[in-house]
């Protein structure tokens, strides 16, 4: 049974940095590609990067390229989410989440198979 457990949300204030982990189990972890998605208050879900299986490739929304760094620890099973110079658009629900599928790098979230429960950013201006 696949689990995706994130954590390190929390409350920041604009300029300031965060980082997400998402522990991944129940399955063999280098299987699939990972990515972070987030969701705000009315809005819909929308990725945010994209890493591919191993991670030898990345790739960011324009909103938070330069700023997020998206990267993964194999031996540790577990994905990371560097968030720097936050703003308080940045504020959402973060999921990370795995799919078997090569468009990964999409972003979009019906080619993602399994999710985590979601951990909660704040940025206050």
């Known amino acids: 049974q696949v689990q995706l457990v994130e954590s390190g949300g929390g409350s920041v204030q604009a300029g300031g940095s965060l980082r997400l982990s998402c522990a991944a189990s129940?399955?063999?972890?280098?299987?699939?590609?990972m990515g972070w998605f987030r969701q705000s208050p009315g809005k819909e879900r929308e990725g945010v990067a994209g890493?591919?299986?191993?991670?030898?490739?990345?790739y960011y929304a324009d909103s938070v390229k330069g700023r997020f760094t998206i990267s993964q620890d194999n031996a540790k099973s577990t994905l990371y989410l560097q968030m720097n110079s936050l703003k308080p658009e940045d504020t959402a629900i973060y999921y990370c989440?795995?799919?078997?599928?090569?468009?990964?790098?999409?972003?979009?979230?019906?080619?993602?198979?399994?999710w985590g429960q979601g951990t909660q950013v704040t940025v206050s201006s």
């Open positions: 890493s591919n299986v191993g991670g030898s490739m990345t």
């Open positions: 129940g399955y063999t972890y280098s299987s699939y590609a």
């Open positions: 989440a795995l799919t078997t599928s090569w468009r990964w790098w999409y972003l979009r979230e019906y080619d993602y198979n399994y």
